[in-house]
């Protein structure tokens, strides 16, 4: 009958270079290159229009370079290097390279050494949440690293006598270091570690196969023949040449995260709530390539936290209010209410996700008491969240509540100087911060029932933009981008918005101070914004106000007030400042005051 050694010590051909380790090793160099040909077939399949290409087959640039580069890496270290290896081993003229020889368990060590820094590399990287240059720079610092300590636990290896204690130990305790590593990433639940749920599968893979390593080294310490049928079977044969298809498969799973498409229950458990408002929505390749690199920016800069998903939970029928490209939902995240900003687009187009990035980099950048603080952002595609402080309610709201109508114009002073606040806060910083959608839907109000506490946010930056120069161009005309009519929401609303950027597309911050202005006649008189007017389309009313049209002052309105509104909603050249409106309307308060 033959023994588990023989089976080990087993070489096809009667050639000793192709034992059952080497041979496994030539089939997954085999398995690599047939998956690359299917990968690219279904590529040129996809390309030519044919209705038979499997799209779900191709992965993402960045997974196909990651796979061609884990299949060359394999392919040198499990096949090419051990062939010069044996080569050199087996050559009487490079007596340095004699089997046992310092420069061989120097060599081995590299090759050993290389195949962990990449196989444990990619497990770095799943444990990151971008996948932009940022995120490789941080997986191949670690990688390299780990692969040092994996060449000095090779070398030590090699010192020690095969068989003894030492060697047992220093073999179990390695292995079963790297086991328990694998176990923690797939066992532990998200919220003790953040994770990409492609890194489940990878890891129970390597779980089993580590431990398999770990028995068969125990059964060998005993002297336990079927301990080298373990090894031999269990994992130079069957986990060698699985490997390619395991990564595969793997970076597949994680392209799917990128673009909304993984559905598997056993990974993404946990995440649904969250995803559920875009149910049956995706992500286009470029789009979920643009998602990867704005997060990998957002952490460059250092201002914006990424959250780990598991403790954010978005409750069905939460919403608070939509916009041209997002929806507010009210959440929690670790229990604490938040509201939580979601891309919501029927057509997530990589410039929606450039602007969506955009606007979280600078929100994320602007702290004060006047703007609605930002959490962190929290990313699990198609949804793409920027998580915030949750307000009561907005001014609009407030203003046009019952309770809101009662208010006295201490009270809506105190108001409209929180606004100008804000306001003036953003066109303070250098470069400006052009808010670009100055509305009272976008102020939001804390404590709007008690006066005393009531605290006023700006928000909304989805239109912002900094500018050194303080102004910019950004369409103009018809353009629907700037107007709003009946059957489309455009991101700018007619009644706040300057006549030239509805007609122009002209945004600087004296449009901001009109937008402003309307927001303060708003407040101080507590009507809608040429409510007397709302017979007219929102085409028809924004061509009046470009000819001159503004709301009507009521005649109780102190003079004052008056002068400085007209002055707010005059000609762009002769609009004051944002700091000078929060001047003059300090200076009436004041007078005002009991």
Same mark, same amino acid.
């Given at each position: ?72 890496? !394999? ?24 089997? =046992? ?122 002297? /336990?023949?079927? =301990? ?164 009561? !309610?907005?001014?609009?709201? !407030? ?19 929180? !606004? ?92 901001? /101070? ?81």
């Amino acid at each position: 009958m033959t023994s588990c050694k023989e089976i080990y010590e087993y070489t096809f051909f009667d050639i000793p270079f192709f034992s059952l380790h080497n041979t496994a090793n030539c089939f997954q160099m085999l398995f690599f290159f047939i998956i690359v040909v299917w990968i690219k077939y279904q590529q040129r399949l996809a390309r030519r229009g044919v209705e038979t290409a499997r799209l779900s087959s191709i992965l993402l640039p960045v997974h196909l370079y990651t796979y061609y580069f884990i299949c060359s890496t !394999c392919v040198l270290l499990n096949v090419v290097l051990p062939i010069i290896n044996y080569a050199l081993e087996h050559n009487p003229n490079v007596p340095i390279f004699q089997k =046992g020889s310092t420069a061989e368990n120097v060599f081995i060590g590299v090759i050993y050494g290389c195949e962990h820094a990449v196989l444990e590399g990619l497990v770095i990287m799943f444990l990151q949440s971008s996948m932009g240059t940022r995120a490789f720079k941080i997986t191949g610092a670690i990688a390299l690293t780990w692969g040092c300590v994996v060449f000095a636990v090779s070398y030590i290896l090699s010192l020690i006598t095969p068989g003894t204690t030492y060697d047992f130990f220093v073999h179990v305790s390695f292995y079963g270091i790297v086991l328990i590593f694998y176990l923690i990433c797939w066992l532990v639940p998200y919220k003790w570690l953040y994770r990409r749920p492609a890194l489940i599968g990878y890891a129970f893979f390597w779980s089993i196969t580590r431990a398999i390593v770990v028995i068969s080294e125990v059964l060998e310490y005993f002297q /336990v023949d079927i =301990g080298m049928c373990f090894e031999s079977v269990g994992f130079d044969i069957m986990f060698t040449m699985a490997i390619p298809f395991v990564v595969y498969e793997t970076l597949k799973q994680d392209s799917q995260f990128w673009q909304g498409t993984l559905t598997e229950e056993w990974m993404t458990s946990g995440i649904s709530s969250i995803r559920g408002p875009l149910l049956g929505t995706s992500l286009r390749r470029d789009s979920a390539a643009e998602v990867a690199l704005g997060l990998d920016s957002l952490r460059h800069g250092g201002k914006v936290e990424t959250l780990n998903f598991a403790y954010l939970n978005v409750p069905e029928g939460s919403i608070l209010g939509h916009g041209g490209s997002s929806r507010v939902y009210k959440g929690k995240y670790k229990g604490e209410d938040v509201a939580v900003k979601m891309l919501f687009c029927i057509d997530l187009t990589k410039d929606v996700v450039r602007r969506f990035f955009n606007e979280i980099k600078i929100h994320s950048g602007l702290q004060h008491s006047t703007v609605v603080k930002v959490k962190g952002v929290c990313v699990i595609p198609p949804a793409i969240c920027l998580v915030m402080e949750c307000m009561d !309610c907005s001014l609009y709201d !407030c203003l046009h509540s019952a309770k809101g109508k009662k208010f006295n114009m201490n009270q809506r002073l105190k108001i409209s100087i929180e !606004c100008s606040k804000a306001v003036a806060f953003l066109h303070t910083l250098r470069p400006y911060v052009l808010h670009g959608d100055v509305k009272s839907m976008n102020f939001l109000v804390h404590y709007p029932n008690n006066f005393d506490k009531i605290k006023v946010k700006i928000s909304d930056l989805g239109c912002s933009r900094r500018e050194a120069t303080g102004i910019y161009t950004g369409g103009g005309g018809n353009d629907s981008s700037y107007r709003r009519s009946s059957d489309a929401y455009s991101g700018f609303t007619v009644l706040w918005g300057a006549p030239e950027v509805t007609h122009n597309g002209i945004h600087s911050l004296g449009s901001d /101070v009109y937008s402003l202005g309307i927001v303060l006649y708003e407040v101080l008189t507590g009507r809608v914004p040429f409510d007397e007017f709302d017979h007219l389309s929102n085409e028809l009313l924004s061509d009046e106000i470009k000819k001159g049209l503004r709301p009507t002052l009521p005649e109780e309105l102190p003079e004052d007030l008056k002068v400085l509104l007209t002055k707010m909603w005059s000609n762009r050249a002769e609009r004051p400042t944002a700091t000078y409106v929060l001047e003059q309307l300090v200076k009436f308060s004041v007078l005002l005051s009991p």
